[in-house]
């Protein structure tokens, strides 16, 4: 897991300070701290000079409090409510002192705040990360009691006050195999709350991120915007508060853990700190916070983040549960013939006393199904180093089935409220393991461990986990209340050890695909599984949505079959291999069905891409036509940081016959520089503008003419498709 290193720095201690601006390249965050006075908020925007920040007050701007707690706050939402050990509700948080340190990135300030009745003290923490133009907060709350318990009944990340405006809110939602779909609202008078308690996949439905834009509905290429993200693998919840104007001049917004069924027992002597919400302000639209959380989590979240990742094709899809030698063999041989890098032995492969043949049985028992692989894991990685590719596997570690050694032998170890009868998920056996027990940690540590022992070949982990946990319960903690808290703890204590002991190992968040797709969990993790959704249409939507918060070197995006087994779509193989080309293109299918024509199609296209995929991976996105437009038509650009190469995708979405599409604006790119396209992956007649040359203010302003049909076989006309590579002369 990546650390951030703090410089053993000056420590600036301003005991009364008034205002505390906390600047990043382009963005300031001013806070108004002052001794004995609530901590507030006073502005979050664009970068201030002295003189304007001082001058805030005066330009309108009101001061909201930073951490608003259920006592000044009664009458509205709040961020922090407790039970006292005598029963009082309410506390009283005053600020003490402000700190100052540097870090490697920007700086660390801390504003500690205490009450001068209870020995209940919050300090809350913002952090600048200066080149990505993101500002974290979270907070720490500390029991200072001798003797007793103080209960935390709500125990928010932070707030943030927005001035009130034509304010739009963009959440995602979502659920199987239609993640992130998006919902954008202005902002009205009362609450709007985006949660998930799903207690495992956080994001199997909403997401725990917004984008707020301050003018009016949101672009992608202009306007005010504020991306909040909340790091958090749990469940959580982020809410907006609007009051009426006549009382109030300024939006809310608060994001943590949700505190439903979760009240935190805060031992004496205790410290709580909730989870880091990151921030960020761009004036360039939506798709400026997008390319600064990319930037961000990129350096310091991604496991890995800034390597780029390897070109793979996966099982699942391809024979599901049907693993056999001389199968995940042919398969292997596939895609190293083609021109990938790696292969993903799936699903069905372990079991011994119950054999993995469906999702009915087995997870927990993590032993080689001999009649399966009667050479076992090891003749498997061999085979893949003679191919000259890697080798990964898929493991559910946090999970057992009913059916299975594993439960027969520790019934105990499974989720399940006190007195109640089993609640079974998947295939109607499975079953969440208790990871608050520590037993149960070194059993999921040792899953991991065991494979990356025992074949020590393996260089990618597939991490999968397929359930909720629907019946809060568990049979080692006392507090029952702190389950879905200590789950995630013991989660990342597992992950921890995982990390420490192999650091290069790549790791892919699955959770029924896009269900962990959240900066609390990706430090561990290379990748995630966007969706078990490999309709090429719907992907065009769903990695459209994902890229507002996440890159698209984390982002998997595989070519599946057609017609495609959720959807029963057909889609021509060139448009669904320049969908998975936008993001970290790979395979999901079986070759042995493909015809020499579409592996040869495949083959040039992984060729391609190896050549632009650190621009795709790794560079800065633009999102220019979003495919909610309703042209038709989805286009965004990927730049290098010079501005030296880009790739531009264009996708056809629905031909209208007769129906005129304008010509594609490009973006991102140095105006006063020629660039040379070029298309990739082509198929059928070269394009008109086919190795021409022009200034990139040309290509922004006046853009290219793209013929509006389908340029591959197949019965369509929809799905036409083109990848244009730009290289600065
Ligand atoms: C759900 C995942 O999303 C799929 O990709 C696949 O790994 C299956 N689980 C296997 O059971």
Redesign the pocket.
């Known amino acids: 897991m990546k650390r951030t290193i703090f410089l053993a720095a000056v420590l600036l201690c301003n005991a009364a300070a008034a205002q505390t601006v906390i600047s990043t390249k382009n963005t300031s965050l001013v806070i108004d701290a002052q001794e004995g006075q609530i901590p507030q908020i006073l502005y979050y925007g664009t970068r201030l000079s002295s003189g304007d920040a001082a001058a805030l007050r005066s330009a309108g701007f009101g001061a909201s409090a930073a951490y608003p707690v259920h006592n000044d706050a009664s009458t509205s939402l709040e961020a922090l409510s407790v039970r006292m050990p005598d029963g009082n509700l309410s506390t009283d948080q005053r600020v003490k002192s402000v700190s100052t340190e540097s870090w490697a990135g920007g700086k660390l300030v801390r504003v500690d705040c205490a009450d001068a009745n209870y020995p209940l003290a919050v300090s809350i923490f913002y952090k600048s990360y200066e080149a990505e133009d993101v500002i974290s907060t979270w907070t720490e709350i500390r029991n200072g009691e001798k003797k007793k318990s103080v209960v935390l009944t709500r125990f928010d990340s932070g707030c943030l006050p927005i001035r009130q405006g034509d304010v739009w809110v963009t959440s995602f939602g979502g659920s199987w195999a239609g993640e992130v779909t998006v919902n954008c609202q202005p902002l009205k008078t009362g609450v709007r709350s985006v949660f998930n308690k799903d207690g495992v996949r956080n994001t199997q439905t909403s997401h725990a991120e917004v984008m707020i834009s301050l003018d009016g509905k949101p672009q992608e290429l202009s306007g005010r915007v504020i991306g909040a993200a909340l790091c958090y693998s749990g469940n959580y919840e982020l809410r907006f508060e609007t009051g009426d104007t006549r009382y109030s001049s300024i939006h809310r917004f608060f994001a943590g853990i949700d505190p439903s069924n979760s009240n935190y027992t805060l031992a004496r002597g205790e410290t709580f700190t909730t989870p880091e919400l990151a921030y960020s302000f761009s004036a360039e639209g939506m798709s400026g916070v997008s390319r600064n959380f990319h930037k961000w989590g990129r350096k310091y979240k991604l496991a890995h983040g800034g390597q780029v990742n390897d070109i793979l094709l996966n099982s699942?899809e391809g024979v599901y549960f049907d693993i056999n030698e001389a199968g995940m063999h042919q398969m292997m041989r596939d895609i190293a013939d083609m021109g990938g890098e790696l292969f993903v032995m799936?699903?069905g492969w372990f079991g011994d006393k119950y054999p993995r043949k469906n999702?009915e049985t087995s997870l927990g028992d993590w032993v080689v199904d001999r009649n399966k692989l009667p050479n076992g894991v090891e003749d498997l990685v061999a085979e893949a180093a003679k191919d000259g590719i890697k080798f990964g596997i898929?493991i559910e570690p946090e999970m057992t089935n009913s059916r299975s050694e594993l439960f027969e032998k520790h019934p105990d170890w499974v989720i399940n409220a006190p007195g109640r009868n089993l609640v079974e998920g998947r295939g109607g056996t499975q079953l969440v393991l208790d990871l608050s027990n520590p037993a149960v940690q070194d059993f999921v540590f040792g899953v991991f461990d065991g494979i990356m022992t025992q074949w020590p070949g393996i260089s990618y982990i597939?991490w999968?986990a397929?359930m909720d946990i629907p019946s809060q319960g568990s049979q080692y903690l006392k507090n029952q209340e702190h389950l879905y808290i200590e789950y995630h703890r013991g989660l990342a204590r597992v992950l921890d050890r995982i990390r420490s002991k192999y650091p290069d190992v790549a790791v892919q968040a699955?959770a029924?695909?896009g269900g962990r797709v959240n900066w609390g969990i990706l430090p561990w993790f290379d990748e995630f599984?966007t969706s078990?959704n490999t309709d090429a249409l719907q992907r065009v939507f769903i990695q459209w949505n994902t890229s507002y918060f996440f890159p698209a070197e984390a982002m998997a995006a595989h070519i599946g079959a057609s017609p495609n087994h959720t959807t029963g779509r057909e889609i021509p193989l060139k448009f669904r291999i320049d969908v998975a080309m936008s993001a970290r293109l790979g395979l999901e299918l079986q070759p042995s069905a493909m015809s020499a024509e579409e592996k040869a199609l495949c083959k040039s296209a992984i060729a391609d891409y190896k050549k632009v995929r650190e621009i795709v991976q790794l560079g800065d996105l633009y999102r220019i036509v979003s495919p909610y437009d309703g042209k038709g038509l989805c286009t965004k650009i990927y730049t290098t940081g010079s501005k030296d190469r880009a790739v531009f995708f264009w996708y056809r979405t629905e031909y209208f016959h007769g129906e005129p599409v304008a010509a594609s604006l490009f973006a991102g790119l140095d105006p006063e520089r020629g660039y040379r396209v070029t298309e990739l992956n082509r198929v059928g007649a070269a394009l008109p503008f086919e190795g021409k040359v022009f200034s990139g203010r040309f290509l922004m302003e006046q853009g290219l003419d793209i013929p509006s049909g389908n340029n591959a076989p197949g019965p369509h006309r929809d799905f036409g498709s083109h990848v244009l590579y730009l290289t600065a002369e």
């Open positions: 699942w799936d699903d999702d898929w597939k999968d397929n699955c029924s695909g599984w078990d």
